[in-house]
């Protein structure tokens, strides 16, 4: 059974980061198209990063140069190094992944998704 589950979420101060985490079960990070998104309050949902099976990596463009995406293999883990942090960055953060081969900053590309971790900054 394929799990998705997001850890490290919390309370930071704007110019503070945190660390995110989505470790996955019954299912090979480094053989997918995973991605970041968020909601945040009264929002859409909104890609965030991603990174496909070869490693190319994308941002959006409200992310760019403040925050990291990445595989930990041996761990099975997609991380999400989240720096700079704005209030504007609150919000509920969730991991996806797609069994296709194409990789976007679409929610609709993607058929997998975890619970969400919620992460709120303070202005």
């Known amino acids: 059974q394929v799990q998705l589950v997001e850890s490290g979420g919390g309370s930071v101060q704007a110019g503070g980061s945190l660390r995110l985490s989505c470790a996955a079960s019954?299912?090979?990070?480094?053989?997918?198209?995973m991605a970041w998104f968020r909601q945040g309050p009264g929002k859409g949902r909104e890609g965030v990063a991603y990174?496909?099976?070869?490693?190319?990596?994308r941002y959006a463009e409200s992310v760019k140069g403040r925050f990291a995406i990445s595989r930990d293999i041996p761990k099975n883990t997609l991380l999400l190094q989240m720096d700079t942090l704005k209030a504007e960055d609150t919000g509920v953060y969730y991991c996806?992944?797609?069994?296709?081969?194409?990789?976007?900053?679409?929610?609709?590309?993607?058929?997998?998704w975890g619970q969400g971790t919620e992460v709120t900054i303070s202005s």
């Open positions: 990174i496909s099976r070869g490693g190319t990596i």
């Open positions: 996806a992944s797609t069994s296709g081969v194409v990789c976007s900053l679409v929610a609709s590309t993607y058929d997998r």
């Open positions: 019954g299912y090979i990070v480094s053989a997918h198209c």
